[in-house]
């Protein structure tokens, strides 16, 4: 039987920050937009950034395993990067905001995107487009045949027990970026699973490589999205 949740705000992005910062997207994994994102995405507000998070279910998440692969086996690919390329676009906006307030002393434009495991594959997607300068992906990768050219840096935090992270086909995609002329970064978590950072699903979370993972994350962004 599947177990949904309810989200707040069903089908809009939920935002933090101030506008005038860089930007970043954040895209939720296979459970949908469960609570910690909005920890998460606080926390990089703290850290001068404008951060927008889409919900791509509909309102809808979950924290039990067989109705998050309904969600993911639901979702409709091209609705989902719509969802995201209006959150980068409602980023980009908010980062040339206009409004004569004097506690804005710069403005910026540019767009980062972290995703989560299903968000990062979505993210990676998504960033073939050039439209964000720069992508996290955690748990996330893309095969062969849907790999073409990401003109942005890429980080890649990945697990060392799940899908990705290590292994041939892993190892292939990052060949390829760097083939591409991608700036690529890959750092792997020792004991971790795909879900590794997700801190509603206490059971999955790793705290010591999620806090690792973020630091890294955060570190990047600042570095690529600095003007």
């Known amino acids: 039987m599947s177990q949904f949740i309810d989200i707040p705000s069903p089908g809009w992005p939920l935002t933090f920050g101030s506008p005038g910062h860089p930007s970043v997207v954040i895209v939720h994994d296979r459970f949908g937009r469960l609570p910690y994102l909005?920890?998460?995405?606080?926390?990089l507000a703290k850290r001068?950034?404008?951060?927008?998070?889409?919900?791509?279910f509909n309102g809808l998440a979950t924290i039990d395993l067989?109705?998050?692969?309904?969600?993911?086996?639901?979702?409709?690919l091209g609705f989902a990067l719509a969802a995201i390329d209006?959150?980068?676009e409602l980023g980009r906006g908010h980062g040339f905001d206009g409004a004569p307030d004097a506690s804005i002393h710069s403005t910026s434009s540019k767009v980062g995107l972290i995703g989560f495991e299903l968000g990062g594959w979505l993210g990676l997607q998504s960033a073939q487009s050039g439209s964000v300068d720069a992508v996290v992906?955690?748990?996330?990768?893309?095969s062969e045949h849907e790999s073409g050219i990401i003109p942005c840096p890429v980080l890649l935090n990945y697990?060392?027990?799940?899908?990705w992270g290590t292994g041939h086909e892993t190892d292939l995609f990052v060949s390829r970026l760097k083939e591409m002329g991608t700036p690529v970064t890959r750092y792997i978590y020792s004991g971790t699973e795909d879900i590794f950072a997700n801190a509603t699903l206490v059971e999955r979370l790793d705290r010591n490589a999620a806090?690792?993972?973020f630091a890294r994350a955060t570190n990047f962004l600042q570095e690529q999205l600095a003007d």
Do not use: H, I, K, Q
Not at 159 to 163: A, I, N, Q, R, V
């Open 211 to 213: 806090a690792l993972a």
């Open 66 to 76: 067989p109705s998050a692969n309904e969600l993911r086996e639901a979702m409709d």
């Open 86 to 88: 209006d959150a980068v």
């Open 38 to 43: 909005e920890s998460y995405a606080a926390a």
């Open 137 to 142: 992906a955690y748990a996330g990768g893309l």
């Open 48 to 56: 001068d950034f404008y951060v927008v998070v889409p919900d791509l």
């Open 159 to 163: 697990s060392d027990l799940g899908d």
